[in-house]
C-alpha cells in the first residue's frame, strides 16, 4: 500500500523500496551514506538512499526515506565515505540489481553506468 495516497500499488509497474543498512567496524563519528542511483547514465547518480552516524563503539545504523521505483529498472548503491588504510578507492563495497524485485547482487569494486538497453551497471575496477 501507498501509505500516502493509500492506493494500492497490486499488478503496478511501480514497487516501494526502504533502504537501511547496519555497518560494524565504522569510524566512531563518521557519518556513513548509501549513495546511488538507476544505471541509466543519463540520470543522477548521487542520491542519498540511507544515512546514519557511527556510534562510539564504530556501529552505523542508516536508514532513508520510501521510495516509489519501476518494477524491472536495475539500480546500484555505494558505501560513503570507504577510504579504509589501504585500500584501492577503486574498490567500493555495494549492490546492484532489480531493488524493487529482490534481486540485488553484492559488489566490491566501482559503478561504470552504460547507455546499453536503457541503461546498464558494469561493475569493475
Keep these: 500500500m501507498n501509505a500516502r495516497q493509500g492506493e494500492c500499488l497490486c499488478g503496478s509497474t511501480q514497487g516501494q523500496l526502504v ?13 556513513y551514506r548509501l549513495t546511488g542511483g538507476v ?36 539500480y546500484f548503491l555505494t558505501l560513503d565515505p570507504w577510504r579504509p588504510a589501504g585500500a584501492d578507492p577503486r574498490l567500493i563495497p555495494g549492490l546492484e540489481g532489480d531493488f524493487v524485485l529482490g534481486q540485488a547482487e553484492p559488489f566490491v569494486g566501482n559503478v561504470n553506468r552504460v547507455d546499453v538497453g536503457g541503461g546498464e551497471c558494469v561493475i569493475g575496477p
Excluded at 533502504?19 to 557519518?31: K, M
Design 19 to 31: 533502504v537501511s543498512a547496519l555497518i560494524r567496524g565504522a569510524v566512531p563519528g563518521t557519518q
Design 39 to 74: 544505471c541509466d547514465p543519463r540520470t543522477p547518480a548521487d542520491l542519498v538512499w540511507a544515512q546514519g552516524t557511527a556510534d562510539p563503539t564504530g556501529i552505523a545504523y542508516l536508514s532513508g526515506a520510501t521510495r516509489t521505483l519501476p518494477k524491472g529498472d536495475p
